[in-house]
Nanobody
Framework: QLHLVESGGGLVQPGGSLRLSCVAS???????????IGWFRQVPGKGREGLSV????????AYADSVKGRFTTSRDNAQTTVYLQMNNLKTEDTAVYYC???????????????????WGQGTQVTVSS
């Protein structure tokens, strides 16, 4: 059972930056670089929005239009960690942010939450002046 823990959320002013981390553990018969990792967010009363995905090797990434050019995902497989660098934050970026792991051996670049098998507990990001 893969275990994911997000951190790095907090309160930031509009135009500011945050870097979220997602640390994975609990591998059984697999390794961290077997998983594509996605980032999602959710606000109360709305569905989960897919933001980005990075392939197991880190060579491929994809982003939602809402964050393209502002958010960047990366990974350090040796540290079993994926990052989400968020720049030029806007008030509408306020949400709980989740990372999720897709155990498929293929990378599709898809941001649908149905693709993902394991989820973290989330970290709150609040953008406000």
């Amino acid at each position: 059972q893969l275990h994911l823990v997000e951190s790095g959320g907090g309160l930031v002013q509009p135009g500011g930056s945050l870097r979220l981390s997602c640390v994975a553990s609990g591998f059984t018969g697999v390794t961290f670089d077997d998983f594509n990792i996605g980032w999602f967010r959710q606000v109360p009363g709305k569905g989960r929005e897919g933001l980005s995905v990075i392939s197991s090797s880190g060579e491929n990434t994809a982003y939602a239009d809402s964050v393209k050019g502002r958010f960047t995902t990366s990974r350090d497989n040796a540290q079993t960690t994926v990052y989400l660098q968020m720049n030029n934050l806007k008030t509408e970026d306020t949400a709980v942010y989740y990372c999720a792991a897709d155990k498929s051996p293929y990378y599709s670049g898809g941001l649908g939450e149905w693709r993902y098998d394991y989820w973290g507990q989330g970290t709150q990001v609040t953008v406000s002046s």
